[in-house]
C-alpha cells in the first residue's frame, strides 16, 4: 500500500492550488482517506477527511475554502484548495485507514511523503 502526494507548489495569497494523492495497491473505498498539515515548529493537524461511505469533514480552518473528492481515477483523491492564505503553507500529507472516526494522526497508519505549499502575501 503507498499513496503519493502531487500538486503542491508555490501561489500568492487568494490564489488556488489542486493535490492529488494516488493509492497503489487498493480502492479508496476500502478506506477511510484525508489530507493532514503541518507547519514548522506546529503539531499536524487534519483539515479534510473522506470516510469510507463517502462523508466528508473539512476543519473550520479550511471550512468554505477547500473541498476533498475522490478523483476521476478509481484510487485517487483530490483536495482543491481555494482562497488560500499565509496560514495554509505547511507540508501536506495524505492519510489512510481501514475506519477514522476522529481524524487525529494516531489514528491513520498508511502516509505518503507530503507535498509543499508554500503560499505569499
Known amino acids: 500500500v503507498e499513496l503519493v502526494e502531487s500538486g503542491g507548489g508555490a501561489v500568492q495569497a487568494g490564489g488556488s492550488l489542486r493535490l492529488s494523492c494516488g493509492t497503489a495497491?487498493?480502492?479508496?473505498?476500502?478506506?477511510?482517506m484525508g489530507w493532514f498539515r503541518q507547519a514548522p515548529g506546529k503539531d499536524r493537524e487534519g483539515i479534510a477527511f473522506?470516510?469510507?461511505?463517502?462523508?466528508?469533514h473539512l476543519a473550520d480552518s479550511v471550512k468554505g475554502r477547500f473541498n476533498i473528492s475522490r478523483g476521476n481515477a478509481k484510487n485517487s483523491l483530490v483536495l482543491q484548495m481555494t482562497n488560500l492564505q499565509s496560514d495554509d503553507t505547511a507540508t501536506y500529507y495524505c492519510?489512510?485507514?481501514?475506519?477514522?472516526?476522529?481524524?487525529?494522526?494516531?489514528?491513520?497508519?498508511?502516509w505518503g511523503q507530503g507535498t509543499q505549499v508554500t503560499v505569499s502575501s
Open positions: 495497491g487498493y480502492s479508496y473505498n476500502d478506506y477511510c
Open positions: 492519510a489512510a485507514e481501514h475506519w477514522c472516526s476522529n481524524f487525529a494522526p494516531f489514528e491513520f497508519g498508511i
Open positions: 473522506i470516510k469510507n461511505d463517502g462523508t466528508t
